[in-house]
């Protein structure tokens, strides 16, 4: 327990009991237990965490926290002036000037700083983060680490489930996290880290012993002004003037913000081996970097792996990386294998099971990552080559005679790529059910669709998750992207609003040896509709989908091909 005087000298606020009578300090003596942002989450002994908002002042629901038993609360002046108006009993407030920038330092306080008594490995990039995560966390366990994971499908300590909603948690939430992690024995603990996290200040006061870098491509500009602001985000996990500066680093540099990135990982060390680098080679790793519109160029599958431009970056090139990959074979079985070779010059055969050259990246960051934490470099190779990832190129299996695979694809350089990893598999056609998130970065909309219409055979265009916006309008979006194809160099479009009639339209259209991608949602398990989420998996749609082809048979009766309004296509 921490007394609130310790607190508030931790954090530099002012502790001022408000409603107090002369000589009254009960309440500055009283011990934290816990620290929350939500009123409705708080426990009695809990500091409540009243940050000033858009629409409303967190103290504005302090009378709801100090009746559920906080024992303080930590706000800025005019969060003061509301608490004492929310109580006449005497209440400790903790007065700082930027109490969400104090948030993350309170939180570890009051848990005990538990991040430094566990290996924290941070990943971030566009692409990639919650596949090189799983990769990781399975090498560390094969190598003997108990591990404790954090990401955007779940949290898992022990391989121990808990659901997860956000890529990464508030600060009050992860530091408690990371105590429960501490209390159960965990030495490493693997975490994806959002550039949300970063700008806002969510992981504040977490020890990063190792970063991780995977790509950048263009996602999230409805919160950063541009590329670089993004890039930016990104960065403060490796900035040499950043608080949470992971104390090693390693860095994809396939692509140009990948070598920017190592640069900025470089600056201000004196270890040059405190910063790796990976590269599988290709025209990336030589700086010649495609573009697809303003995305950056050919990205990844769901979170897998990517490409992007960040025009010239300077100086660091793939070339005379410390790991690197060669000889990559991919099986039919969507299996590839590979030598990696590390910095002690030993080139090693490793295996991944998931399907798509990114997907070797993926797992040559993962190993790399794992050996930065001391883990045994075989083991942690042995430990990722039958790794599954939930909604990641994830195949729904009904006995169907076509491929049929949900993907969290929900961005165009992810798009693309996803689409020609599984048009690589096939001799068949491609099917792909897209759409684009509702009150998100609006200018990749029509990306999405141009890279679905040039990519694949069928483009249903259909609703992801529309949140608070009119599908309609996200739904035309898409389509105009589409369309910007001409006719010639374009698949069939079609718009089918509703998720499951459009699952059941591309399965209807297929035929043997074709592919239906379900795009976007992944393994997400509700569509969120109008503020309200609707149970949702494509998995289980698609599976339906298929069983009711299996029944009907090829030649039987389906859903219409051409069902919603037809846009044309190439013959």
Not at 272 to 281: D, N
Not at 534 to 541: G, L, N, T
């Amino acid at each position: 327990m921490t007394q609130i005087s310790v607190l508030a000298d931790a954090i530099g606020a002012r502790v001022e009991i408000v409603n107090a009578a002369a000589g009254d300090d009960a309440a500055r003596a009283a011990a934290v237990t816990g620290i929350d942002l939500r009123a409705q989450g708080i426990r009695p002994g809990d500091v409540f965490a009243a940050l000033p908002g858009a629409r409303a002042h967190g103290a504005s629901f302090a009378g709801t926290a100090l009746e559920r038993g906080a024992v303080a609360v930590l706000t800025d002046e005019a969060g003061r002036d509301l608490v004492a108006e929310a109580t006449s009993d005497p209440v400790a407030v903790l007065v700082h000037p930027e109490p969400r920038a104090a948030l993350g330092a309170a939180s570890a306080t009051v848990y005990g700083h538990p991040s430094r008594s566990m290996q924290v490995i941070g990943i971030t990039g566009t692409s990639g983060k919650t596949t090189t995560s799983y990769l990781v966390e399975a090498g560390l366990v094969a190598a003997g680490r108990v591990v404790g994971l954090v990401g955007t499908v779940e949290t898992r300590i022990e391989g121990i489930r808990v659901p997860s909603t956000l890529t990464t948690p508030e600060a009050p939430q992860l530091h408690a996290l990371f105590a429960v992690m501490r209390e159960r024995g965990v030495d490493t603990v693997v975490m994806e880290v959002s550039s949300h996290a970063l700008a806002l200040g969510r992981v504040d006061a977490t020890e990063f012993a190792v970063g991780g870098f995977t790509n950048l491509s263009q996602d999230h500009l409805d919160f950063h002004k541009d590329l670089d602001d993004y890039f930016g985000a990104k960065a403060r996990l490796f900035a040499e003037d950043s608080p949470v500066r992971a104390q090693r680093a390693v860095v994809c540099t396939d692509d140009a913000w990948g070598r920017r990135m190592a640069e900025v990982a470089r600056a201000g060390r004196d270890d040059a081996t405190a910063v790796r680098t990976v590269t599988t080679g290709g025209d990336s790793a030589t700086g010649d970097d495609s573009a697809a519109g303003d995305a950056g160029g050919v990205g990844a599958a769901g979170d897998a792996g990517g490409v992007g431009a960040a025009g010239d970056a300077g100086g660091v090139g793939a070339a005379g990386a410390d790991w690197t990959v060669t000889d990559d074979v991919p099986e039919e079985t969507g299996v590839q294998q590979f030598t990696l070779t590390g910095p002690d010059g030993i080139a090693r055969r490793a295996t991944v099971g998931l399907p798509g050259r990114y997907n070797v990246t993926n797992a040559a960051l993962a190993v790399a990552l794992c050996a930065e934490v001391g883990a045994d470099i075989d083991a942690a190779i042995r430990g990722i080559a039958d790794v599954a990832v939930p909604g990641r190129v994830e195949r729904v299996e009904r006995g169907q005679d076509f491929l049929a695979v949900v993907d969290y694809a929900h961005k165009p350089a992810a798009l693309e790529a996803v689409i020609g990893t599984l048009r690589a598999a096939t001799e068949g056609r491609v099917a792909v059910v897209v759409g684009a998130g509702g009150d998100r970065d609006r200018t990749k909309r029509p990306i999405m669709g141009e890279v679905a219409a040039r990519a694949a055979d069928l483009v249903v265009v259909t609703d992801d998750n529309p949140r608070t916006e009119n599908p309609a309008a996200i739904r035309a979006a898409v389509l105009d992207g589409a369309h910007s194809v001409p006719p010639a160099e374009r698949g069939e479009i079609l718009e089918i609003g509703d998720r499951a009639a459009a699952i059941d339209a591309a399965v209807a259209w297929a035929r043997p040896g074709d592919v239906v991608l379900v795009a976007g949602k992944g393994h997400e398990t509700g569509q969120e509709i109008d503020g309200v989420k609707h149970p949702f998996d494509d998995r289980e749609v698609l599976g339906a989908a298929l069983d009711k082809y299996r029944t009907a048979g090829p030649d039987g009766d389906h859903p219409p091909a051409a069902g919603g309004s037809h846009h044309g296509g190439k013959a």
